[in-house]
């Protein structure tokens, strides 16, 4: 994982407080997830569950996504309760909160924060599933940070996806802290670092990033660093290819 040379803070990276942090499912149990555990020691995590976040309690009775009538809500079916708009605004509130932030580990198949796997029924009692998809949480993370990395936990189990992510939320923690006073040696330290991946994930948006700085010699140190995050930001973020819900 690439760290600053000038720096030794951890990447802080979001993850979903069921997965061994705490006894937060529905069903009151923590899940162990022994590979999260082993990168304790090389980034800051910041546990969440915005099933909690809401008021929800643990133990509660399960959630899921309905689609029909061609929209889809997130309802408690014991209750009927429409959680939706409460939880899109519990994410907004814990970005705003706990502001810097490189990544997100999620536990996946969650109706709340899975990326990719959840299910969506048809209807709130019947227990077919028409689709699978992003779940709620996660998918208002997305839109508000769409830059910001993320992996399911059964991915972490796969090494390219863990090698990946590892270097993604490295990379992103070290630009957080590049100053103006780094200078431009500062930049190419990171922009080097950078290159390798980029090159394999994003070659278009690599030889952008190449040509930056000499087609902006003359910008002071200030004004370099805020093009450079500016441009490094939206190709990081054509990176990310995780499939919307729909
Ligand atoms: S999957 Fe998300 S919402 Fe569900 S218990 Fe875990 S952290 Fe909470």
Known sequence: MPSSPSSCEKPRVAVSACLGFRACRYDGAILDCPTLSSLAGRVEFVPVCPEEGIGLGTPRPPIRIVRNGGGER?????????????????????????????????????????????????????????DRGEGWFARRVRTLRPHLPRIEETDLEIPPALEDFLIEVGLLSWLRRLRPGDGKKGIAAHRAEAQPYLARRNPRGNSELERLRKEHRTLGDEAFLDLYRTVFLRVFTEVRKEPPRS
């Open 74 to 130: 997130l309802i408690q079916p014991s209750t009927g309760r429409d959680l939706g708009g409460r939880i899109e605004d519990f994410a907004e509130g814990f970005l705003a909160r706990e502001g810097a932030l490189d990544g997100f580990v999620v536990k996946s198949r969650s109706p709340s924060c899975a990326l990719r796997d959840t299910k969506i029924h048809s209807s709130l009692h019947d227990e077919t599933q028409v």
